[in-house]
């Protein structure tokens, strides 16, 4: 269990929490080379996207598209990368995903993704709720574990959160020029702070947030890279509710209504029930 019960109480309260460190340096330096190694398409197996999120060039340097702000999105490595599979499976951090989802028995990997702001010209990722812009799940109950490869920091485009926000629905949330969530007053509840905050993570450590709560990271404005891998964990419960197409959806062979499962939401987790 990464988290404290005083962490999983603020966790209820506030939609993420920061965990321990999960991952030793060499760890680490093994992983940053799988994603490179994807990331130049140079892995047997790939993922089901590798690309600049921000749109423009499939390129990713700046070279390739000069002013191109980038932020490289590899969705699924797990496919491509045993080490990153194996991630996904680190008991302490199953473990307590599965206690952030009222115990659940099962937890499955929905889909996990890289997100990679390069020194210089990594852009920003603009504020959102995940649970919106994954259209074909029900319930709303998923967490995700973000794992961070680099210190993640204010300076270099670290998360942002807005504590409170999962308890309010979904609010379409726009970007502000200042990097703040743009949104209509009268669809958050009477009464509520809105105030954003920063949630720096050192690299090896990790952190989870709900799949409601409002999020976003700035441009990396430093020499430095900010690389994190985000593992989106479903729990087993989750039925497949098309309403939009979602790039994983090539991987669904169930029916709507059917829970979602299948080798390409391979379960990760499995509690040991005690016997009575
Ligand atoms: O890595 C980031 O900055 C954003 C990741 C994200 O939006 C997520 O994990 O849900």
Redesign the pocket.
């Known amino acids: 269990m990464l988290l404290t019960p005083a962490q999983l109480d603020q966790f209820h309260l506030r939609g993420f929490a920061k965990g321990a460190r999960v991952l030793d340096d060499h760890q680490i330096e093994k992983l940053r080379e799988e994603m490179q190694l994807v990331m130049e398409g140079k892995s047997k197996e790939k993922p089901v996207l590798n690309r600049n999120l921000l749109g423009g060039s499939s390129e990713y340097g700046p070279q390739a598209n000069p002013g191109q702000k980038v932020v490289v999105q590899i969705v699924n490595i797990w496919e491509a990368s045993p080490a990153f599979l194996e991630l996904c499976k680190n008991p302490e951090i199953t473990a307590t995903v599965s206690r952030l989802c009222n115990h659940a028995e099962t937890l499955r990997i929905w889909h996990d993704?890289i997100?990679y702001k390069p020194p210089g010209v990594g852009g920003p990722?603009g504020w959102h709720q995940?649970f919106p812009a994954w259209p074909i799940l029900q319930p709303a109950d998923l967490i995700?574990a973000?794992v961070a490869l680099d210190d993640a920091e204010i300076d270099n485009?670290c998360?942002w959160m807005v504590p409170g926000s999962h308890r309010w629905g979904k609010v379409p949330i726009r970007t502000g020029e200042d990097f703040q969530p743009v949104f209509e007053q009268a669809l958050v509840p009477d009464g509520v702070e809105t105030k954003a905050e920063p949630m720096p993570v050192k690299k090896g450590e990790v952190a989870f947030h709900h799949c409601m709560t409002w999020?976003g990271?700035p441009a990396n404005k430093t020499s430095r890279p900010r690389r994190?891998f985000?593992i989106h964990y479903m729990p087993g419960y989750t039925i497949y509710a098309p309403t939009r197409p979602h790039p994983v959806e090539k991987h669904v062979a169930v029916k709507p209504g059917e829970v979602l499962q299948g080798e390409k939401f391979p379960v990760v987790y499995e509690r040991v029930l005690q016997p009575a």
């Open positions: 993704q997100q990722t995940d995700s973000w485009g998360m999020h990271s994190a985000a």
